[in-house]
């Protein structure tokens, strides 16, 4: 599923159905080549992962990071589907602009 953001052009959110869950994964943003950013920027979502609920953030092999989840089939119901869609929308439209200053903005 894509949907448009403030922050930046779009948003991908993609869906996989296991036997038992369904997970979902958001490409948020790609790691940044200096060492101390990435570890800066590790941090802050951790951090931000304290607040969240139905999502976390997570980092790949590469240091890109993502949002991703998973969830029993037993709860999937159409609320439960349109809460974690809400979820995401709302955490790339409140902190993607932060994060990309913290990863690739002017030093100070």
Known sequence: M?????????????F?????????????LPAPE??????????WVLQRNHDLYGTRFSMG????IYL?????LEHLTVGELDRIIGVLYEVVERW????VKIAYGPRT
């Open 2 to 14: 894509r949907f448009g953001c403030d922050g930046r052009d779009a948003a991908t959110i993609y």
């Open 16 to 28: 996989d159905l296991h036997q038992r869950t369904l997970r979902h994964e958001l490409y948020f």
């Open 34 to 43: 200096d060492q101390a950013r990435k570890a800066e920027l590790a941090i």
């Open 61 to 64: 092999p590469e240091g890109d």
């Open 68 to 72: 991703t989840g998973r969830l029993a």
């Open 96 to 99: 993607f602009g932060a994060a």
